[in-house]
């Protein structure tokens, strides 16, 4: 099986910076992703990575560790828009599972002035 | 405008009444997937399909059926809706399996009394 585990909730100060945690345990490793979701909207697509790393997109960037099982997701110069819940999934692995996505909790992150 | 479509977009039903949630893309991927969204839950798949055709089940496929007759539709069918499937329901799709972004639908939320 594959669970995801994200913090609930966090807090932070328009213009800083706060980094969103996603651990994993899964049977295989085929992908990581990170989706943004405004409250009553759908979610919208943030990273995709595959490989070790960080990668930067603007303000937002993301890390994975697959040896540790680990990513997180950087948000620098925080603005108010940036409220939202922040999910990971990660996509399955093997014959008959790389259409899957498991999805963690998701953290809401509200900023405040 | 590229976008995915559902509709409708709220529904309630009562327990029982087969009903149809439609899902249509015009971007002519050929991944499509449907989620449900639980408070406390996070987003779960239930169903994905890689091409025309070809189905498969995710996490919570059991009380829904879907079908792929053509690569821009992916109708979602409740034979029998019982209360515990009330849920926000989204559809979404990618250009192939999930290597990159996936464009969500706007949701439906569906209450079965």
């Known amino acids: 099986g594959q669970n995801i585990d994200q913090p609930t909730e966090m807090t932070a100060t328009e213009g800083a910076i706060v980094q969103i945690n996603c651990t994993y345990q899964?049977?295989?490793?085929?992908?990581l992703f990170w989706y943004q979701q405004h409250a009553g909207e759908a979610p919208t697509f943030l990273s995709y990575?595959?490989?070790?790393g960080l990668e930067e997109k603007g303000r937002f960037s993301s890390f994975l560790s697959r040896s540790k099982g680990y990513s997180y997701l950087l948000l620098k110069e925080l603005q108010m828009k940036d409220s939202a819940s922040y999910l990971c999934?990660?996509?399955?692995?093997?014959?008959?599972?790389?259409?899957?996505?498991?999805f963690g909790q998701g953290t809401t992150l509200q900023v405040k002035p | 405008e590229a976008q995915v479509t559902q509709n409708p977009r709220y529904l309630i039903t009562v327990t029982g009444k087969k009903l149809t949630v439609t899902c249509s893309q015009n971007?002519?991927?050929?991944?499509m997937s449907w989620y449900r969204q639980d408070p406390g839950l996070g987003l779960r798949q239930i169903y994905y399909?890689?091409?025309?055709?070809?189905?498969d089940k995710g996490d919570v496929p059991e009380g829904y059926k879907v079908s792929r007759k053509e690569k821009r539709n992916f109708p979602l069918i409740l034979e029998s809706p019982s209360p515990n499937q009330t849920s926000l329901y989204f559809c979404?799709?990618?250009?192939?399996?999930?290597?990159?972004?996936?464009?969500f639908g706007p949701g439906t939320r569906l209450t079965v009394t």
């Open positions: 979404a799709s990618s250009l192939f399996n999930p290597q990159g972004e996936q464009y």
């Open positions: 899964t049977s295989g490793f085929n992908g």
């Open positions: 990575n595959v490989l070790d």
């Open positions: 999934a990660v996509r399955g692995y093997g014959s008959g599972n790389t259409g899957k996505l498991i």
């Open positions: 971007m002519n991927h050929e991944y």
């Open positions: 399909s890689m091409n025309v055709e070809v189905t």
